[in-house]
């Protein structure tokens, strides 16, 4: 007689059961997991600007500012630093790009769900002039934090008055 090889029904039923519970569990972690990642991921985009800007202001021992735009083009006069950002050589010292300051960088915007938003003073531009250290268009010191939230998720790049941007974790508690 021969014996067949094989799973019974309910043995297929409960491993199915056992996998379901699995992924019930390990699903929401995943989402997170992924959620900061792409934080991660916009943080560091932002920074590298930043670092971009500050090595470009003191290379032309210019003003030059980084400041956020929804066209790639000028720097838009609302809404928040995930629509994108432009890097250009402020000629005239104004805080937004006129039709010839030269462009040296843009970054298109994020469709991945992170808000990004300054502090007043570095809402819509941050400044940095010849020395690397930061200027507002009035000449006073730019000090300020630049919050990326994905839901309760959040880091913050906080600009120091003489320019040096550092990264914390936190801002987004809901």
Partial sequence: MRKEAGVTLVELLVTLALLGVLLGIGAPAFGKLIQDSRLVTATNGLIAALHFTRSEAVRL?????????????????????????????????????????????????????????????????????GLGSTRSATGGLQMGTITLCADELGRQIVISRTGRARVQKGGCET
Wanted: with cysteine; glycine share 14%; aromatic share 8%.
């Fill in 61 to 129: 021992n210019a003003r030059v500012t980084l400041c956020n735009s929804d066209d790639g083009v000028y720097c838009a006069g609302e809404g928040g630093w995930e629509q994108g950002w432009i890097v250009f050589v402020d000629v005239h010292g104004t805080g937004t790009r006129e039709a010839d300051d030269p462009l040296l960088a843009v970054e298109s915007g994020r469709a991945d769900g992170i808000t990004i938003t300054g502090n007043t003073p570095v809402q819509r531009y941050v400044s940095y002039v």
